[in-house]
């Protein structure tokens, strides 16, 4: 079998839709299918958090020692994902956020808060 191209789709979480990424490649005769797919795996993901400049804007915000009792005009206006996670009054209702916060660190970090703020009341 010869195989002259390949391609690597993700499919990422962006507020309250999921958004779809691909990249192709045709393979050169000496390269190598396996490390092609993982370049275009690298590449397809540093698009997304490169195109989705909030991520170092959420990790300020979640790291702020304040942000929990003294959030800025700044700090309440969070991406969608973790303004909705925060909106949670119910640990019910937050455990449906479970699988989605575990796809990105800064919402796993807003989950993870929340959990606790709201187990400790």
């Known amino acids: 079998m010869q195989i002259t191209k390949v391609g690597f789709t993700g499919t990422y979480p962006s507020g309250a839709i999921w958004q779809k990424i691909m990249m192709e490649a045709d393979l050169m005769p000496e390269?190598?299918?396996?490390?092609?797919l993982y370049e275009l795996k690298k590449?397809?993901?540093?698009?997304?958090?490169?195109?989705n400049g909030s991520a170092k804007k959420q990790a300020a915000i979640i790291e702020s020692s304040e942000y929990a009792t003294n959030p800025t005009e700044e700090q309440l206006q969070?991406?969608?994902?973790?303004?909705?996670?925060?909106?949670?009054?119910?640990v019910k209702v937050l455990e449906s956020y479970k699988l989605i916060a575990r796809t990105n660190p800064?919402?796993?970090?807003?989950?993870?808060?929340?959990?606790?703020?709201?187990t400790n009341k």
Do not use: G, H
């Open 31 to 36: 390269d190598d299918p396996r490390k092609c």
């Open 43 to 51: 590449q397809v993901e540093e698009f997304f958090y490169e195109s």
């Open 78 to 90: 969070l991406p969608d994902m973790i303004s909705q996670i925060n909106s949670c009054t119910e």
């Open 106 to 118: 800064e919402w796993n970090k807003a989950y993870l808060a929340k959990m606790i703020e709201l």
